[in-house]
């Protein structure tokens, strides 16, 4: 099943299991295709669509957060058509009608098949590259970008206090809280990881461990023989999952 190298497809993986978004990469690159993510929620799923060459999106239906994968097939859609294939352990009527309705490529249950998968993503392409032929696709509209908002207003001792997030160095997950760490001090949110996440830019955060974001503005050193990063005086082990993208985003040379 694996497609031959001159027509290497780029495919948008989306899902919030860590170990299992590892189980989907290992699964594309043997059948051919190029990953890219993974995304862990709809927020970074959305920046990697808009600023990566993206051919195909494999979609999690059950994400955390307020944006599940039906939502969020919807949005890709609205900012680029690409074929849409799901994934879900969840078989009931509903999820599959409302998932019907974005008019996906195939709707896959967890856990799904080597052969099956590359079945799904190769009819994916193909229906698609036919669609796209037989239907000229009209011009499109620029889509008006709205700013990224560059601070948060964080409750303490009642009040509300204006954190920039510029000077946010790193953010971690502690029980129910979530930990951002600036300069001089600590600053706790009584908010879980996932739902932080949604507003933090994803061009300026990156995860680097499943608990754990750094911002890049703020990165000092990688290690990455020892899998140690540097962030402002903090120094951070990075997880091997995470530490090919954090490779990827900053700026190399040497």
Same mark, same amino acid.
């Given at each position: $099943?694996?497609?031959?190298a001159?027509?290497v497809?780029r495919?948008? *993986?989306?899902?919030?299991?860590?170990?299992y978004?590892?189980?989907l990469?290992a699964?594309l690159?043997?059948?051919? =295709?190029?990953p *890219?993510?993974p %995304?862990?929620?709809?927020?970074?799923a959305?920046?990697l669509?808009r600023t990566?060459?993206?051919?195909?999106?494999?979609?999690?239906?059950n994400?955390?957060g307020? *944006?599940?994968?039906i939502?969020?097939?919807?949005q @890709?859609?609205?900012?680029r058509?690409i074929?849409?294939?799901?994934?879900t352990s969840l078989?009931d009527?509903?999820?599959?009608?409302? %998932?019907q309705?974005?008019?996906p490529a195939?709707f896959l249950t967890k856990?799904?098949?080597?052969a099956?998968l590359g079945?799904?993503?190769?009819?994916a392409?193909?229906?698609f590259g036919q669609?796209?032929?037989?239907t000229?696709?009209?011009a499109?509209e620029p @889509?008006?970008? %709205?700013?990224?908002?560059?601070?948060?207003f964080?409750?303490?001792?009642g009040?509300l206090e204006?954190?920039r997030?510029s000077n946010?160095?790193?953010v $971690?997950?502690e029980?129910?809280l979530c930990?951002?760490t600036? %300069?001089?001090?600590? *600053?706790?949110v009584r $908010?879980?990881?996932?739902?932080?996440v949604q507003?933090?830019?994803?061009?300026?955060?990156v995860q680097?461990q499943?608990? =754990? =974001?750094?911002?890049?503005e703020?990165i000092e050193r990688?290690?990455?023989?020892?899998? @140690?990063?540097?962030?402002?005086k903090?120094l @951070?082990p990075?997880?091997r999952?995470y530490q090919?993208?954090l490779?990827?985003?900053?700026?190399?040379?040497g």
């Open positions: $099943m694996a497609l031959p001159e027509s497809v495919v948008l *993986v989306v899902e919030d299991e860590p170990l978004a590892e189980q990469e699964a690159q043997d059948l051919g =295709y190029e *890219v993510g %995304a862990a929620d709809a927020r970074i959305l920046a669509h990566e060459t993206i051919d195909l999106a494999l979609l999690d239906v994400l955390r307020s *944006v599940d994968g939502a969020l097939a919807a @890709l859609l609205a900012h058509p074929p849409i294939v799901f994934l078989t009527g509903a999820t599959f009608t409302r %998932a309705n974005t008019g195939a856990p799904v098949e080597l099956a079945r799904a993503l190769a009819l392409v193909h229906n669609h796209q032929s037989a000229p696709a009209p499109a @889509l008006p970008v %709205a700013p990224l908002p560059d601070a948060l964080v409750k303490e001792n009040l204006k954190i997030l946010v160095q790193s $971690m997950a029980d129910k930990c951002l600036l %300069a001089e001090r600590t *600053v706790h $908010m879980a990881l996932r739902e932080l507003y933090l830019p994803p061009e300026r955060f680097i499943r608990s =754990y =974001y750094v911002n890049i703020h990688l290690d990455p023989v020892r899998h @140690l990063l540097q962030v402002g903090q @951070l990075v997880s999952l090919d993208e490779l990827r985003r900053l700026r190399t040379i």
